[in-house]
């Protein structure tokens, strides 16, 4: 089979959720015999190296904010419709708004988009960029002949909202833990205390509760040893004003450290070595650091959201939103108990094998594809909203 994966921006080091979602479907993909067809805006050296088997087209977009993502998408889904794909697969909802071209366009090709998350809820958005994600997610969960969802929380919205039916398949988990501690040393943490979180700077994740809570633990002296450090990974684009607002918060405390400069390979030994990791988006969908978390067999501690309860199950503990005696009350309950630590992080471990394997996701998508390529496409009946027989 014959597939083309539109949507992502490129395929590096540093990658987004959706972006290392793209890679590792593409290459699962490879390996089960297809041919995947990845279209992106940038390369790196390493890219081709670390996706076997897996095609890659490299088009440009226009250099003007608001306008290089979506003129790449449209170059790319031009480019796509003269190709001899049999299926075209959309990532997130803004570039799902360009299914509408070979939906007309094609109708020999399936195709097939996937909900990541509600884009429109992120509050560091402006009202019209929020507005316009809104109709861009009515097009990704309308236009293509079958829309996938990433989680349970995600389809149950999906369903209420657009009356129809979604396919659930989540992300996938590919973790590879590492006894090296270099990169930890360089920054003076030690393996199994330190409190881990990684994300993008922006106010939803919470991370400002993060960083009183740990202080707060400080000043009660329940940390044991008064060893123990709190780690912030930020990922890409954190936001200038919030991250600048963290960083005062934390200005005179040494055992706050802030990580924004990491390859791969040093991100896993944060992964490997740390005592436990908090979550505390407030109104996310699944997050993709979370599950990666879960892969490496942390106890999580989650802000009290659907999607967050959904991701670790057993396995971690639940905390109040926006409540830092909560949170601190929590991490302490937790940190406190070596015991209750080791059977949260064998949960976890058990838990991301059992559901997040990406060879299976693969096989989930591939049968998605196969059975859209036994039916007839019937694009007035999804583009209006109505239920496919």
């Known amino acids: 089979m014959k597939i083309a994966f539109i949507g992502q921006k490129n395929i590096s080091a ?3 959720s959706v972006e290392e979602h793209v890679k590792q479907l593409a290459i699962s993909m490879a390996l089960l015999g297809h041919e995947v067809t990845v279209y992106v805006r940038e390369i790196t050296p390493e890219t081709s190296k670390n996706m076997p088997g897996v095609s890659l087209v490299v088009l440009p977009g226009i250099r003007m904010k608001y306008c290089e993502e979506i003129s790449h998408i449209g ?8 190709q001899r794909y049999d299926v075209i697969h959309f990532h997130s909802v803004g570039p799902s708004v360009l299914s509408l071209l070979p939906r007309i366009c094609r109708p020999d090709m399936r195709v097939v988009a996937t909900f990541h998350s509600r884009d429109s809820l992120h509050h560091h958005r402006s009202y019209l960029a929020r507005l316009l994600l809104r ?11 079958k829309t996938i969802v990433v989680s349970k929380t995600l389809a149950q919205y999906a369903e209420t909202v657009y009356k129809k039916s979604f396919t659930l398949i989540p992300h996938g988990i590919k973790m590879s833990p590492t006894d090296k501690t270099d990169f930890l040393k360089r920054y003076g943490l030690k393996e199994g205390r330190y409190i881990l979180s990684v994300s993008r700077l922006a106010r939803h994740k919470g991370i400002h509760y993060l960083i009183k809570a740990f202080q707060a633990l ?5 940390l044991p040893g008064n060893s123990w450090k709190l780690a912030i990974v930020s990922t890409q684009n954190e936001v200038k004003e919030y991250a600048d607002y963290l960083r005062f ?5 040494s055992d706050i450290l802030f990580i924004d400069e990491y390859q791969p390979s040093e991100l896993v030994q944060l992964h490997s070595h740390a005592g436990i990791f908090v979550c505390l988006a407030e109104d996310e969908d699944i997050s993709f650091t979370l599950l990666e978390a879960l892969g490496y067999g942390l106890p999580c501690i989650v802000s009290n959201t659907q999607a967050n309860k959904e991701t670790i199950s057993d396995c971690g503990i639940v905390c109040e939103p926006k409540n830092i005696l909560d949170l601190k009350q929590k991490i302490s309950s937790l940190i406190n108990r070596p015991d209750m630590m080791k059977t949260l992080a064998a949960l976890a471990q058990k ?3 059992s559901e997040y394997d990406w060879q299976a996701i693969a096989k989930r998508t591939v049968a998605l594809y196969e059975d859209l390529m036994m039916t007839k496409p019937s694009f007035w009946k999804v583009s209006f909203g109505l239920k496919n027989k």
């Open 14 to 16: 540093h990658t987004s």
């Open 249 to 253: 918060l934390a200005a005179n405390d």
């Open 135 to 145: 109709f861009a997610e009515f097009i990704a969960c309308t236009v293509p002949e």
């Open 75 to 82: 170059l790319a889904t031009v480019h796509a419709l003269f």
């Open 351 to 353: 838990r991301s094998q």
């Open 218 to 222: 400080k000043e009660t002296s329940e």
